[in-house]
């Protein structure tokens, strides 16, 4: 079983990664894309890395935005498997052309 990311391990990684936000019980990045079929090929790129990597985010999609969520949930809280998944998030999200918009911004 994964094993919780102390406050401090997670705050450290947040800081590098740009566009995600936090805290111990999850982390979270908003993207927009040019066009609603670019945002929905991108889910869908997210999906077969989850699948692969049998750990899957909480996604939210309103037109061309996406938010992804990243917890483990079996253990309530950020792992390094969310890491590993955040990370391989923002490859997809850089290959596409997303730009990062601030939270709530929908």
């Not at 705050?11 to 800081?15: D, E, V």
């Given at each position: 079983?994964?094993?919780l990311l102390a406050p401090d391990e997670v705050?450290?990684?947040?800081?590098t990664r740009p566009g995600w936000s936090g805290d111990p019980a999850r982390i979270s990045r908003t993207v927009e894309f040019p066009t609603f079929p670019a945002a929905i090929t991108v889910v869908d790129r997210v999906a077969v890395v989850a699948e692969e990597l049998d750990h899957h985010?909480?996604?939210d999609i309103r037109w061309r935005t996406l938010t992804f969520h990243c917890a483990t949930h079996s253990v309530?809280?950020?792992t390094a498997r969310d890491l590993d998944l955040s990370g391989r998030i923002d490859e997809i999200v850089a290959?596409?052309?997303g730009r990062d918009?601030?939270?709530g911004a929908h």
């Open positions: 079983m994964a094993e705050r450290s990684a947040l800081g985010p909480d996604i309530g809280g950020v290959a596409a052309g918009v601030s939270a």
